[in-house]
């Protein structure tokens, strides 16, 4: 059984100033897409013009491409619709039948504020407003005028939608949601959370049911070995 390993109140989900808009390109009809990059991932991660806030294509020249979605050969004990985080590899699994699973690039928590354990999603929210803790006001005194909440919308920095995981009836106040800084996958920056593109947690929230359960591991710990 893992344990969370940071204080609950590091958590605060932002690796930029707030309101910052995402580094993003324009999904132009007939465009060809940039050199080396495959038409599926351009396609996978174009703009989504029906969302309550339309999101724009992102710049996959960004992001190093491990990191987009794609269906992997993975063997593991954990039952399938689980969610398993490798932080060392900043990879999230979503668990599949027949030793397969969907694979998502994330970034996760910096030196200090990582965490690891078994949590259940007990929350779903598409466009959240965030707010920050009070100990990261404290910390960071700009962020005093979002005390009472920041609005849903672009410069959030949960994104377009946020998993929110608990266990038992505690809320862990870690996330997984999205992110308003794509170049930030792959990187561990966060304040503790676990964030993915705005198009991979649409994606992710679409397919997992209140109920879900998260395995967070350690760092130094294969994803491939969580529950052997």
């Known amino acids: ?20 808009p995402p580094t993003v390109v324009s999904a132009v009809p007939g465009l060809e897409p940039a050199a080396g990059l495959d038409p599926y991932f351009v396609s996978m991660y ?13 710049d996959l020249s960004q992001i190093d491409p491990q990191f987009f979605r794609r269906e ?3 063997e593991t004990r954990e039952e399938p619709g689980t969610i398993i ?3 060392g590899k900043h990879f999230l699994f979503l668990v599949r039948p027949e030793g397969r699973a969907i694979r998502y690039g994330v970034g996760v928590g910096r030196d200090g504020f990582g965490w690891n354990g078994r949590a ?24 005093e005028e979002f005390r009472n909440g920041m609005p849903p919308g672009l410069g959030n920095p949960l994104g377009a939608r946020a998993l929110y995981l608990y266990q ?9 949601h999205g992110t308003n800084d794509p ?39 294969p994803a491939e070995l969580a529950a052997l």
């Open 1 to 20: 059984m893992f344990v969370i390993g940071a204080p609950l109140a590091a958590a605060g989900c932002v690796t930029q100033s707030p309101l910052t």
């Open 46 to 58: 174009a703009e989504i013009p029906y969302e309550r806030f339309p999101l724009p294509a992102i």
């Open 72 to 74: 992997v050969a993975f």
């Open 85 to 87: 985080v490798d932080p």
């Open 120 to 143: 259940i999603i007990r929350r779903k929210a598409e466009w959240p407003v965030w707010t920050p803790p009070a100990e990261m006001i404290k910390r960071q005194p700009e962020l």
């Open 168 to 176: 038992g009836d505690r809320d862990t106040l870690y996330r997984i």
């Open 183 to 221: 170049s930030s996958i792959g990187l561990s920056l966060s304040s503790g959370c676990i964030r993915l593109l705005n198009q991979d947690i649409i994606d992710l929230h679409n397919r997992v049911p209140l109920g879900t359960k998260v395995l967070v591991l350690k760092a130094d710990m």
